[in-house]
């Protein structure tokens, strides 16, 4: 059985394509798609219109999910959220309402078992290092290479005691997890812990592509193939100003841009500088207001680059 496994698209309908595609290619008889379909790239309604489409698709929620009942303010903070719940159907928000958060099976005798954070099955112990906020600062020099990751995941997983002891704490089989948009795979005595990254949205400080991994069970032995397909993320950016999303949210599709041409996070980090920002002018409404968090991109422009130049890395 060969599962193509799918996280966190955020929109990216373009991205979602070319990994379908791909996965086609390499005659996969299923998915495994681990949550946060919505959010950041204007395509939430045909992304999941196309995943409701797959066969033998396992399909967990992820945290993004939770962000599309929000009150109908008219702060900033959530213009993009409050964008994406209006251009999803009502039925394709009944399918992301019924979605569980973790689900288990077995595949010929091998327990998978799927969540959206790694914190479900390892506690804080990956986490740690593994997040997007802290990896930039880790690796501030370089565009980090995929191998070099890998390396320093493997490196973390059988040399730190906390996440060595949170691994052997688990049962033997494959856990499946995505959230941090960083792509990993490894097996550690028998536990196999399979991060296909994002596929809309990378933030492994590499090269940008639409990323996924190819999952394979059979006859009791699995395999894992990791996949990553460039292309033109210039392109890309012209298509989403185009649409009324970058009209409505264009703070947040800017910051988004910014996070695909490097492929490093800054969100939380544009909000610890809008607090800083809101906190300075006393005001202290939140979500932040649309003019606050106007302005505070606008200071994020010029402060952040020298504040943060970890994640402006190319
Ligand atoms: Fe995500």
New binding site residues.
Partial sequence: MKYAVIG?I?GNAPALRLVLDDARVHHVDGYLLAG?YCISAPWANDVITVLRQLPNAHVIR?N?ENHLDLPNNDDGQFEASRWCARSLSADNKAWLDALPEELSFSCQGVPVRMAHASTVFLGKALHASFRTSVLPGRFPHKPLSHEDLLADFRRLMTQDETCRSAVSALDAGVYVFA?N?IQTHGCFDGRWLVNPG?CGLPLDCGDFAACYTLLTIDGGHVQVEERRIPYDVEALIARVKTTSHYQEARVWSEIIFSEWRTCREKVSFFLTLTEEYANRIGDPRRPFARDTWQAAYEEWLTAAPLRWPELFVR
Avoid: E, L, Q, R
């Fill in positions: 966190d955020h946060d992820g993004d959230h948009h994002s």
